[in-house]
């Protein structure tokens, strides 16, 4: 099986917000949230990159860890996917998030803030596949169907690379050899604790 | 000739910077935009503290943050910090009860129960004392439920049950924090003139409270332990209501994922000290200590019980008793 990961070549990614777009209308995404979003460092200043950030599917997942109910589950291709049944909401897999991927449809009154929604890696939830009842809690489940993420299929520079680790890894390390340059995997070293060598 | 002996040097001093001119170059030279690195930024806010953070068109704070490595310190709090200080103060307190009860034995009216009462806690304080008291018991289980449910409940109850649970508990949590809050402040007018710390209670402390050394300090209406355990619920008790209120709020104004990680780590190290506080104080209001429960339950206390362990305060009510019966001024009959 392989081990689903995201990479975002920052020196691509031009801002265009596509894959945020496409992921809220694939899953009709709930207003408020973005399971995916696009983040500006060094905004006008020499340095500056945009890197496309959504849920990364952690190795040891921080968000699992912590959680109260231990709702969340590990796919066989290494998706960290979470159960809305068992979700209390309780804001915890947020606080230990490194990258902010859990949100939450409400904001406050008295600590209800509805269940946490985050990235799917397109893949759905505990549910059976591809069905109604699974589509309005989780959104979409392209990899059932064979498909990769919606975001990283559809990215026009294709900065956002998704797919099996070790095989976006090499494309990602060919890319840095032919064009000489490259500022490296975002959240990698927090998420898998590895990095990528070029 | 002086050209000659240096030309090695220099081939050398290229040689050995040649490796990283090779790292450097490309990276400068082809995008043009500066460089940064990933590993190198996530390796230095993890050590050094502080985000990788930037700008979004999402009107959310929080999504500008790209990377928090305090996560994890935050999660280690929860998992291991938390499970440990938690785990050793509550299960310790019981230990030590246990023992203390073993050996000590429940502690008796030593003149035995004199038969005739004295009113202890009118029917205010003893209302407000059952509000704070049964809130509290509500608010610690739910608590102690997000800590330790998962490994004590969980496999018992299964995944369902124990999230319905876990979810009423966190309603629970949330709207008896009112009653609760309301109660601290009560207690806090009610008692406050009362509790105020003086010499008499270092009096108490040395002597063990009587507890563990022999004999009764003298004391007014609160003892020693009582006024801790007074301050321990006002103040601790306020500060944990007020950073509840903060986690209740989660976001408020300008607050990010920082604060709420503090807020937390605040609330719940506290409470789980105030649980094992309010474990020993419920063990010395009920098993502990014979006559000690009336106090609270009928506000009637024996009045052996109150000169042994409040002697101070029975002569200053007898005296208050004595001037109703025979204002000053009024002889008293011959
Ligand atoms: C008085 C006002 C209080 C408020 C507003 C409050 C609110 C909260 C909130 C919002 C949380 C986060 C989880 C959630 O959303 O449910 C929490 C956690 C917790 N509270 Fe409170 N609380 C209060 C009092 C107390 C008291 C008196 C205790 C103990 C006796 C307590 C024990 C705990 C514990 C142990 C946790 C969770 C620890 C963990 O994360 O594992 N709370 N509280
Ligand atoms: S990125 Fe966040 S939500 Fe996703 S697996 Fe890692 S800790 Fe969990
Ligand atoms: S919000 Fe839901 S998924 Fe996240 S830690 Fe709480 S119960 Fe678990």
Redesign the pocket.
């Known amino acids: 099986m392989a081990r689903m990961k995201f990479l975002c070549d920052a020196d691509r990614c031009i801002e265009c917000n596509a894959c945020v777009t496409a992921c809220k209308n694939e899953h009709e995404v709930p207003w408020g949230i973005n399971r995916r979003r696009v983040v500006t460092i060094n905004d006008g200043k020499p340095g500056e990159r945009s890197i496309s950030m959504a849920c990364m599917h952690c190795t040891d997942a921080p968000c699992a860890a912590v959680c ?1 109910t231990s709702c969340f589950y590990t796919t066989a291709d290494a998706v960290v996917l979470h159960d809305k049944d068992t979700c209390i909401g ?2 915890y897999c947020f606080y230990a998030c490194p990258f902010g991927a859990p949100q939450y449809p409400r904001v406050g009154n008295f ?1 209800g803030r509805g269940k946490m929604d985050k990235c799917t890696y397109c893949a759905g939830g505990p549910q059976q596949d591809n069905t109604a009842v699974e589509y309005t809690q989780y959104g979409s489940n392209r990899l059932a169907e064979g498909k990769l993420p919606l975001c990283a299929e559809m990215c026009s520079t294709k900065a956002l690379l998704a797919g099996d680790g070790e095989m976006i890894a090499t494309i990602y390390r060919e890319r840095v050899q032919r064009r000489g340059y490259g500022s490296g995997a975002w959240g990698w070293r927090t998420a898998y604790r590895e990095n990528i060598t070029t | 000739m002086k050209r000659l002996i240096l030309a090695p040097f220099l081939v050398l001093l290229l040689a050995l910077a040649a490796p990283s001119f090779a790292q450097n170059a490309p990276s400068q030279a082809g995008s043009g935009r500066g460089t940064v690195n990933a590993e190198e930024m996530e390796l230095q806010r993890m050590l050094q503290g502080g985000r990788v953070e930037g700008r979004t068109s999402i009107p959310d704070a929080r999504s500008e943050v790209l990377i928090q490595p305090q996560g994890k310190a935050w999660r280690d709090f ?1 998992n291991i910090t ?1 499970a440990w200080v938690g785990g050793i103060a509550v299960g310790g307190m019981i230990l030590i009860l246990i023992t203390f009860y073993a050996t000590r034995g429940r502690i008796t009216i030593e003149g035995g129960p004199a038969g005739r009462t004295i009113s202890r806690f009118n029917i205010l304080e003893r209302a407000n004392h059952w509000m704070v008291a049964s809130s ?1 018991i509500v ?2 289980l739910t ?2 439920n ?2 330790f449910g998962r490994h004590v409940l969980l496999p018992i109850l299964g995944p369902y049950a124990f999230a319905n649970i876990s979810l009423w508990g ?1 309603i629970a ?2 709207f008896v ?1 009112f009653p ?2 309301l109660g601290i402040v009560v207690m806090l007018l009610l008692w406050v003139k009362d509790n105020i710390p003086n010499g008499r209670d270092i009096e108490w402390f040395k002597m063990g409270g009587g507890l563990i050394g022999k004999g009764h300090p003298r004391a007014g209406r609160f003892n020693g332990g009582q006024k801790m355990v007074f301050w321990i619920t006002v103040l601790g ?1 306020g500060i ?2 007020a950073s ?2 903060f ?2 709020f989660p976001f408020w104004g300008e607050f990010g994922v920082a604060d709420m990680q503090l807020a ?1 780590i605040i ?2 190290v506290l ?2 000290l ?2 094992a506080a309010m474990i020993a104080h419920i063990y010395i209001g009920s098993l502990g200590m014979e006559g000690a429960f009336d106090a609270m339950g009928s506000g009637e206390v024996d009045l052996n019980w109150a000169k042994e362990h409040h002697g101070l305060w029975v002569e200053q009510e007898m005296a208050k008793a004595r001037q109703v019966v025979a204002p000053s001024g009024v002889k008293p009959a011959e």
């Open positions: 109260p309780c804001g600590g | 929860h938390l509290f608010l610690g608590g102690l997000l800590t966190k949590h949330n924090a609760f809050t008790g944990v209501a509840g209120y986690l209740i937390h609330h719940s409470s789980v105030m649980v």
